[in-house]
């Protein structure tokens, strides 16, 4: 079977990368177009596997599956390019935030990838990828998306637009809040201190990966793990008040912001 990547942005580059350093999940051929060639033509003497193009008519007109990964603003404009160019049994599959629409019998399946699954050979399976099928999605085109995606992330699978945008925000808009928030805490603590920025933001960065594991695992919930940390008027919870007053007001306006 032959799959084809549109788009080689940040996440047509991710799902590439997660799909060629799965060993190409026997995949006869990947072929991969992006609008500027240059940008991928040193992917064409790594490996016969891959294939490249700036024709995205070529990626229809040669392959069963379709992922399309350029802007949201872009994809309607590629489906009309590529539609009299597609078989009949042409799976198409598109990773654009924020848009419905209809395309073709054989339906569409909307996944939201994550820059969390950025390949690591040390943690292959990273982030969550939301997944929508539209109802025309046959089940054995379903499970294609599924198992693609589960090779290299968590995938959650939903069934309306609404936790389509909520759990995008949750997955996939997430790793910028992180880091935002992570870059202005080291801003503010190397004004207080010694220390550079660099060295306050791996402390932060190294004390959110190692909290993350003990909730991820369930070693303690939440209140246990606060528990945990805050005594009674100590620093730890003269700092949980503080974001307990503002915190709730920022998430409401962000969520309220982003739908
Ligand atoms: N970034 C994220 O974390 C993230 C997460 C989930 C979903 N998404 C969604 O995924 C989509 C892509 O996002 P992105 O961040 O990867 O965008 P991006 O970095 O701007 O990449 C878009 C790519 O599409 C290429 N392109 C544009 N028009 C094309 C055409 N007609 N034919 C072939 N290639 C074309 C661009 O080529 P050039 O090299 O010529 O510019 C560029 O490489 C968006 O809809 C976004 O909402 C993004």
Same mark, same amino acid.
Not at 24 to 28: D, V
Not at 42 to 48: C, E, F, V
């Given at each position: 079977m032959n799959l084809g990547i549109i788009g080689y942005g940040n996440i047509g580059e991710l799902i590439s990368q997660n799909i060629i350093n799965h060993d190409?999940?026997?995949?006869?051929k990947l072929y991969i177009a992006n609008r500027t060639l240059s940008k991928i033509n040193?992917?064409? &003497?790594? &490996?016969?596997h891959i294939s490249v193009t700036d024709d995205n008519t070529e990626v229809a007109r040669n392959c069963e599956k379709i992922i399309i990964s350029v802007k949201t603003s872009d994809l309607i404009n590629v489906l009309e390019q590529i539609k009299p160019h597609l078989n009949k049994d042409t799976q198409i599959i598109h990773t654009c935030a924020g848009i419905d629409l209809k395309f073709e019998d054989n339906g569409l399946s909307c996944v939201i990838p994550t820059?969390?699954?950025?390949? &690591?050979?040390?943690?292959?399976k990273k982030g969550v990828s939301i997944i929508m099928h539209d109802e025309n999605v046959s089940a054995e085109n379903k499970d294609f998306v599924e198992d693609l995606f589960s090779k290299f992330s968590h995938i959650k699978v939903v069934d309306n637009t609404l936790d389509l945008e909520i759990a995008t925000i949750a997955a996939s808009c997430m790793p910028a809040f992180i880091a935002l928030s992570l870059d202005l805490f080291a801003n503010k603590l190397e004004e207080r201190c010694n220390l550079s920025k660099e060295e306050t933001f791996k402390i932060l960065a190294e004390t959110l990966n190692s909290t993350t594991y003990i909730l991820n695992e369930d070693i303690y919930s939440p209140d246990e793990l606060i528990n945990k940390v805050a005594t009674k008027n100590g620093i730890t919870q003269k700092g949980l008040d503080v974001l307990d007053e503002d915190l709730p007001a920022i998430y409401k306006r962000l969520i309220c912001n982003l739908l």
């Open positions: 190409f999940y026997n995949l006869n040193h992917l064409k &003497d790594t &490996d016969p820059i969390s699954s950025t390949y &690591d050979k040390n943690n292959p």
